[in-house]
């Protein structure tokens, strides 16, 4: 690889003053320039001699200009990312935390083979071909713009994980990381989706050739703050606003959800914050040492506190939850208890679409459900229950 | 490096409520003018509580597009930001005169300048006079002419009242229409009697509300008897009472708002160049007509 003239001279111009980065390290003392890559050492250079064997460290330098120059943004999240979409060592990454987030969801079971950090001229292989990494369900991946003579530009592509096998001719590309705000705004089934970590982004289309700054871009509208928090998880400083905190904040309408009962709390996270539902990891918890039992789940982004729809929930469950409880006597059938069970489960599950109409083992079934309210609701169409306690 | 952000209220059911943030944003993402543009919602994702950190830029500029100062610019925003110090009286204003505070936001070290929203800005009476233009197709609209501007009234702001009046106020002192009225949908004077407040044969009405929804979709049509039923849609005129009623939609979905959010941003000391004349210019050239509001309101 020969090394742009224009590299040289930007490494050169900082090399009197240090240069130590990915493996590369040039300096200047009295006997002349040294440079120093992980395979060899030079010493006592003159400018010429520098500048071949720079030459000879050809990926090293590009590599050092990309990043430098291109990228900058030392200690930023934005930088960070694309670190990681590479798979390039992260200085900012505690050794033993490192191998938490994104990078682990793979899912392959291969997570050292698929995710140690990269030195410069695996990852120049590797580049060649692309590297791809997955951040909920999108799949990223990194190469060089000019494969045959790659001169450390990098571009990133972006698809739907579900996409990782289709055609690209199939597929919608764009290149404007706004028009990821659309495709973030409705699931497959045209519904409206007020929640962008929800494990329903649709599929069918690609962004192709980004820069960097535009890949972060398009990332952040899909899902918004998770480069962010992910940094700072990275770095041990993820701030959790656990559920006490949040509740008491809240004024207006939203004043009276400190009110939930703890069992309560315990059943919405249940119920929202669960993988199925959600691709954030909840972290927050009741309060500071007192540790919710639902599980949080293990989606790749870190949840920091609960979100406006778990508050607009938990304002809700708050109402119901303040209602005094009754005991009602009402006639069913073994088989149509059972049946209620399983009308609830369907529904939260978001299971009745996929029911078939002469599916009548299923208890969710429309005919059965219609066969229930026929039988057991009485003209105001309500079911026949009676208050037995006065 | 400078940011602005721009905070909205968002919806959880209605992904239209959203559409004239990101539109005002995108059209200041044009000018160049801040290094980094951010929406952040209170019911959508970025949320205000997490829209500072995704920032690289140490000073922010945060303009809330919302009507009136009130719940949510005095209490909700600057909580949910962090803002340390805050407190009301930092705007010195008597409820339409609030420009801009300095503090920090706690989480990032970040300094922020919290400016006043969007409604109560000077800048927002051209809004509404240029709603009047795009709604009738005509530049010199005016004579011949009344003018309202409709707002929510004070079921729980009285300071949302007095951003209607503010901008009534002023349009009537520029003596373009011949008549202006400011009137409400919960209180008097009433919007569902446009016609008697009006002895023009021709009357304008502006909602003064950031997005279409619900309000100016769906109450305010019928309420005034532009249509029986908002579903049917109406027509721009419509005739109510012997009067033709040209029903304009919400305000804030007009173009030039976009330059009102960068007159407050400048307001707290942003160097925003000559992104206002840009703005304008391009508000200027689309102004031709939107589709007719009627058309599709009930899609
Ligand atoms: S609070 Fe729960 S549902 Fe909301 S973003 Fe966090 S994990 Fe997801």
């Known amino acids: 690889m020969t090394v742009a003239t ?39 250079l003159d400018e010429d001699e520098l500048r071949r064997a720079l030459d000879a460290a050809g990926e090293y330098a590009t590599n050092w200009r990309y990043w430098q120059e291109r990228i900058g943004g030392e200690g930023t999240a934005r930088r960070a990312f694309l670190r990681w979409c590479e798979r390039a060592p992260l200085a900012d990454a505690e050794t033993d935390e490192a191998t938490t987030g994104p990078w682990s969801e793979s899912g392959e079971g291969d997570a050292d083979a698929g995710d140690a950090p990269l030195a410069v001229p695996e990852r120049y292989d590797a580049l060649r071909d692309g590297i791809d990494r997955e951040w909920g369900q999108l799949s990223i991946t990194a190469r060089f713009v000019d494969v045959d003579d790659p001169d450390g530009e990098r571009v990133y592509d972006l698809w739907h994980v579900d996409d990782a096998d289709s055609d690209i001719a199939d597929l919608e590309v764009y290149d404007d990381p706004r028009d990821a705000r659309d495709l973030a705004t409705y699931d497959d089934d045209g519904r409206y989706r007020p929640l962008k970590t929800a494990p329903t982004l649709p599929a069918g289309w690609a962004f192709t050739g980004l820069s960097g700054a535009d890949l972060v871009e398009t990332v952040e509208f899909f899902y918004p703050a998770t480069v962010a928090n992910w940094h700072r998880e990275l770095q041990g400083t993820l701030d959790v606003d656990h559920w006490l905190e949040t509740a008491e904040r809240q004024t207006g309408i939203y004043d009276v959800i400190d009110e939930l009962p703890r069992e309560a709390v315990e059943w919405m996270a249940e119920a929202c914050c669960a993988d199925s539902q959600c691709l954030r990891r909840r972290e927050w918890q009741y309060e500071e040492g007192d540790e919710l039992d639902a599980d949080g789940g293990d989606g790749p982004f870190p949840c920091r506190e609960p979100c406006s729809l778990v508050v607009a929930a938990a304002r809700k469950c708050t109402t119901l939850e303040s209602e005094t409880e009754h005991t009602y006597e009402l006639e069913l059938t073994t088989s149509e208890l059972n049946q209620l069970e399983e009308l609830i489960d369907a529904v939260a599950d978001g299971r009745i679409d996929e029911i078939r109409e002469a599916d009548v083992y299923d208890g969710a079934n429309r005919y059965r459900a219609r066969y229930l309210r026929a039988k057991r609701f009485d003209d105001d169409g309500s079911l026949e229950a009676t208050r037995v306690d006065e | ?109 970040k300094t922020i300048h919290y400016c006043g929203p969007v409604g109560t800005h000077d800048a927002m009476t051209d809004v509404i006079v240029q709603r009047a233009e795009t709604a009738t197709e005509d530049p010199d609209v005016g004579e011949g002419f009344g003018l309202s501007v409709v707002g929510h009234g004070t079921d729980r702001n009285e300071n949302s009242a007095k951003a209607i009046e503010y901008h009534s106020d002023r349009i009537a002192e520029r003596d373009r229409f011949d008549e202006v009225k400011a009137l409400f949908m919960d209180e008097e004077p009433e919007v569902d009697d446009v016609t008697d407040y009006f002895e023009s044969e021709d009357i304008v009405v502006v909602p003064l509300f950031i997005a279409d929804g619900y309000h100016t979709q769906e109450d305010i049509p019928e309420d005034m008897g532009l249509t029986e039923d908002y579903r049917l849609g109406w027509d721009v005129p419509a005739e109510v009472d012997g009067h033709r009623v040209w029903y304009t939609g919400a305000v804030g979905t007009e173009d030039l708002m976009a330059d009102v959010v960068l007159e407050r941003a400048a307001d707290a000391g942003a160097d925003i160049g000559d992104a206002r004349e840009a703005v304008r210019e391009l508000a200027a050239s689309v102004a031709d007509p939107e589709p007719s509001a009627g058309a599709g309101a009930g899609d």
């Open chain 1, 6 to 44: 224009d590299d040289l001279e930007t490494l050169l111009d900082h090399a009197s003053s240090g240069i130590a980065f990915d493996g590369l390290h040039v300096d200047e003392s009295d006997d002349g320039y040294r440079l120093e890559t992980p395979a060899n050492e030079w010493t006592g």
């Open chain 2, 1 to 109: 490096m400078q940011a602005l952000v721009i905070a909205a209220h968002g919806s959880h059911l209605n992904p239209d409520a959203s559409d004239p943030t990101y539109a005002h944003a995108d059209t200041i993402r044009e000018t160049g003018a801040f290094d980094e543009v951010r929406e952040a919602f209170w019911k959508e994702e970025p949320h205000f509580r997490e829209v500072i950190r995704t920032l690289e830029s140490d000073e922010v500029f945060v303009v809330p597009l919302f009507i009136s100062e009130g719940y949510f610019t005095e209490e909700v925003i600057p909580r949910e930001l962090r803002l340390e110090d805050w407190d009301p009286d930092k705007w010195e204003s008597d409820g339409t005169s609030a420009s801009q505070a300095t503090l920090e936001a706690e989480d990032v070290g």
